[in-house]
């Protein structure tokens, strides 16, 4: 009985933090298979052991609010550059001073008071069926709100971060009162009831429940490059096309990361984000995950480059942040369930 | 004479360090379980801070959603789960069929089956791209439109997924219940002229009521607490709100104050199953037990028995497993790793360590009750047993909130008096985990004890005291084994439940630790379902080994069974 206590105690006490030469601390939002092979590659590189734990954005950032001045966090990872936001809206980044993150990471791609970075970028694009749509009459994300797209348009809920941030740019592009019409135009046109993923989009429309999807590229790309010869045949049926290409550029997301001011492994912490914008972890983004490496001068995968060149949306990413809020009360005024 | 006194006095003090003890015990019994209370009185706190005009916003938009939703969608999984759970129960405990002693215990498997991963399987089969429809497309030259399929991701939907897999909680207990029942109870309906089917619906069932809606009320908060597949399926509920408003607007208080209302409705709920069990205290009358003899039957009652018990198993377990075996063979290489082998222990133990810790802290409280049901202790087992609606994300939070404040005082109470930081000692270990477990799953364990010690007579204790048996010795010789199968019952309940655990677990873990319905998440939300399949299924059969078990004792707990 008392082997079995002892047992049970030292189980549940099992230390946060085994005590080991250096190591930095990730609370991620990654999900651990798209970012761990990473982790892995810095700890052969240093020697530093990287603790990892991954959650909701939100969720960890509720974590180390209420963990408060002792929360073990060192780098807080997110995929969408609003709870990178909301992170620093909160306090809890620290400001960082480093020519290596600065000369890698474009302006617009990282926060103006140095807080957070963005790693890697990721576009949110019009995918249509070629059988049933005609590429003239794609133009811009406002048009998609057009009658001639009735009943033809697929997306999922109002309560993915993607399409939040989407509506966020739309507001600071064209205002409120504009957005919300379109937002009301653009639910009219819904072939079906918001539902599932963006890889579940896209096989509705190679079935034919619609002609025109929003999804994110790497989504795309990551069925073209699936194990299961379905997902290849389904996505080889749609066609990515670039909106906006005429004026601003197509919308544009980072997943990206900060260093915690209260975390207990600073140094390391610096460590690994510098690593992260490294050519060879900028390299692994666009090959394994299919997302647009952040620095420039490091080649996309195949997949991302057969869709050509693009312009891209210059837009201040921190507006996105600032207008999540309005985004989500505005879809839910506009009947986006 | 000094001799004496001294005698005395010792006698007298031995008395009252006993009475101290008593006293002592039950200070510490209550201080332990209103402890379990903390996270959800700190839901119900939040309604003191105004959330400004966020609450405006809901009405005119999406409150009423939500409401409708949640109520059409638990009345519709209790309605759902009632039929699949008590009707088989009745028939393969009074009558032998086919299979019927396999379904005995196979009825119990779709338990096992986490509702989220029953949604994407189901959602992959008969979705518009899936196998089926496909099939249908080719085999009859159709095109999408032209022809009538029922839409999977819907409220209909979630109310089929839900039910199937929540059934097996009445089935349990109600099973539980017709096997505690005395033959002879039902042998003297039979004598009084009631045909087998007005034994069933005139004296069997309202004796198993109490553990009936013990059932259904858990059924019906799982599925308020429900998130994967009401997310998933994009109904709006309750849940999808609280999520909503917490990650989208970043409105906490909101979140909070939606969930107290959330609260609210449990409460109803709550309230009325208690009201049920008072309003009916159904002891058994006769504890002289027979073996119980099951009628064989043939034919056509035969067949519709087989169809009636079959069916639940088929479309809750067995066409769904058959989907991700399919699945899992083309990912498992991929997937099983040496880490695998981890995430399957980590889940393993933490079911096992927190089903035994919730049994014990419900026999506890259930007993404190039975000798002295004081006020507090019926406001601590009350709002303990609210825990199982809450969305696991918030008694996550709520959880971690009292220990991060331990920690950090204790950290600033060091620091400031000997320069010594201890960091955060408890928040962020297992035992933060398995206390959010405990808030959450206290109810269903709570709730299977006092139902089962409701049913032993209080004359049988007081038989037991007038013969001289001690406290510990009634318990030991006389509760439990009356107890034994809602005991067994209610330790299978929640080691599934912490196996299938996702959201408390997603926020709590410490570093470098993963579950098997993490790693299950974690891959189904990137859309990868394939090698979800493979975690999945490991959920599932770690869940059966248990299920087998304890469904064959509880067979055994009979006490006409020599």
């Not at chain 1, 809890?92 to 302006?107: R, V």
């Not at chain 1, 999807?213 to 790309?221: E, G, S």
């Not at chain 2, 709730?447 to 013969?467: F, P, R, S």
Request: net charge neutral.
């Amino acid at each position: 009985m008392k082997f079995i206590s002892v047992l049970l105690i030292s189980f549940l006490l099992l230390p946060t933090q085994l005590i080991v030469a250096a190591e930095v601390n990730v609370y991620s939002a990654r999900k651990e298979n798209l970012i761990k092979p990473l982790l892995d590659r810095f700890t052969e590189e240093t020697g530093i052991q990287v603790n990892l734990v991954t959650s909701q954005a939100d969720t960890l950032i509720k974590r180390m609010q209420i963990e408060g001045r002792n929360s073990p966090a060192d780098i807080l990872l997110t995929v969408d550059v609003a709870r990178l936001y909301r992170t620093k809206e909160h306090g809890l980044f620290k400001s960082i001073d480093s020519e290596i993150l600065l000369n890698a990471i474009p302006e617009h791609f990282r926060d103006k008071d140095n807080e957070w970075f963005g790693l890697s970028l990721r576009s949110r694009v019009v995918v249509y069926a070629p059988e049933r749509v005609n590429v003239d009459a794609l133009s811009s994300y406002e048009d998609l709100a057009n009658d001639k797209w009735k009943n033809r348009i697929c997306v999922r809920s109002s309560g993915n971060v993607y399409n939040q941030s989407l509506v966020a740019a739309l507001i600071a592009h064209n205002g409120i009162e504009a957005t919300e019409q379109w937002a009301t135009d653009f639910v009219n046109n819904f072939a079906r009831k918001p539902k599932g993923g963006d890889r579940d989009q896209i096989k509705a429309m190679a079935t034919g429940v619609c002609d025109i999807a929003l999804v994110n590229t790497y989504y795309l790309a990551g069925m073209l490059n699936s194990d299961q010869s379905e997902d290849i045949e389904e996505a080889a049926k749609v066609k990515l096309f670039w909106p906006n290409q005429a004026n601003r550029g197509a919308h544009m997301n980072v997943s990206g990361a900060g260093i915690l001011k209260h975390g207990p492994n600073q140094k390391e912490a610096l460590q690994l984000l510098e690593f992260l914008v490294s050519d060879e972890a900028q390299h692994w983004y666009a090959e394994t995950n299919h997302e647009f490496p952040v620095k420039p001068g490091i080649s996309a995968s195949n997949i991302l480059k057969s869709w050509g060149e693009f312009k891209a949306d210059n837009l201040d990413l921190n507006l996105l942040g600032e207008n999540n809020q309005q985004a989500v009360l505005l879809m839910d005024r506009a009947s986006w369930k | 004479m000094f001799y004496l006194i001294s005698q005395h006095d010792r006698a007298f003090s031995d008395q009252t360090r006993i009475e101290y003890g008593k006293l002592f015990r039950r200070f510490v019994l209550t201080l332990i379980t209103l402890l379990f209370c903390v996270p959800l009185l700190f839901v119900f706190g939040s309604l003191f801070f105004s959330a400004g005009d966020i609450w405006v916003h809901l009405f005119d938009t999406v409150l009423k959603d939500y409401v409708a939703n949640s109520i059409i969608l638990t009345l519709g999984v209790g309605l759902c789960s009632l039929f699949l759970g008590v009707v088989p129960a009745w028939l393969v405990t009074m009558y032998r069929f086919p299979f019927s002693r396999l379904l005995e215990w196979a009825l119990l498997l779709p338990m096992a089956m986490p509702a989220y991963i029953i949604a994407y399987s189901y959602t992959g089969f008969l979705d518009v791209a899936g196998p089926m429809q496909t099939t249908l497309r080719e085999l009859t030259g159709l095109n999408y439109r032209e022809y009538w399929f029922p839409e999977v991701r819907s409220l209909g939907g979630a109310i089929m997924m839900l039910s199937l897999v929540l059934y097996p909680y009445v089935y349990l207990l109600s099973r539980a219940a017709f096997i505690e029942q005395s033959v002879c109870v039902l042998e003297v309906s039979r004598t009084l002229g009631c045909n087998s089917r007005e034994a069933f619906l005139r004296v069997a069932l309202p004796l198993a009521r109490p553990a009936i809606v013990v059932g259904l009320s858990l059924v019906m908060m799982e599925t308020l607490a429900d998130y994967g597949t009401v997310q998933y399926f994009s109904v709006s509920v309750f849940t999808t709100g609280i999520f909503r408003i917490w990650f989208g607007m970043g409105e906490s208080v909101a979140a909070a104050q939606l969930s107290a209302v959330l609260l609210l409705f449990v409460a109803v709920l709550l309230y009325l199953e208690r009201r049920s069990r008072r309003m009916a205290r159904y002891h058994h009358t006769s504890s002289r037990y027979s073996q119980l003899l099951q009628k064989p039957l043939h034919g056509m009652p035969a067949f519709v028995s087989l169809l009636i018990c079959g069916l639940p198993v088929l479309l809750g377990f067995i066409l769904p497993f058959i989907l991700l075996v399919n699945w899992a063979l083309s990912t498992y290489s991929k997937v099983i790793d040496s880490e695998f082998y981890k995430l399957l222990m980590h889940s393993f133990l933490l079911a096992l360590v927190t089903s035994m810790i919730a049994i014990f802290i419900a026999l506890m409280m259930a007993y404190s009750n039975r000798m002295k049901a004081t006020r507090l202790n019926k406001f601590i087992v009350s709002t303990v047993s609210m825990g199982y609606a809450i969305p696991g994300t918030v008694i996550g939070v709520g959880a971690l909130i009292p220990f991060a404040w331990f920690d950090n005082t204790l950290d600033k109470f060091l620091y400031d008096n000997f320069g010594i930081s201890s960091g955060l000692l408890v928040s962020g270990t297992l035992f933060t985990l398995v206390f959010a477990y405990l808030v959450r799953f206290l109810a269903i364990s709570i709730n299977t004890t006092e139902a089962a010690l409701g049913k032993i007579k209080l004359v049988m204790d007081e038989v037991a005291k007038t013969a001289g048996l001690s406290v510990f010795n009634m318990i030991k010789s006389i509760h439990i084994p009356m107890m034994k199968g809602s005991l067994l019952t209610a330790i299978l309940l929640v080691f599934v439940d912490v196996m299938k655990e996702l959201p408390a677990t997603l926020i709590l873990r410490p570093f470098n630790f993963n579950t098997l319905a993490v790693k299950a998440h974690e891959l189904a939300n990137e859309e990868l379902l394939a090698e979800a399949a493979v975690p999945a299924l490991a959920i599932v059969l770690t869940g059966i080994i248990p299920v087998i078990l304890i469904s064959r004792s509880i067979s055994q707990s009979r006490a006409g069974n020599a």
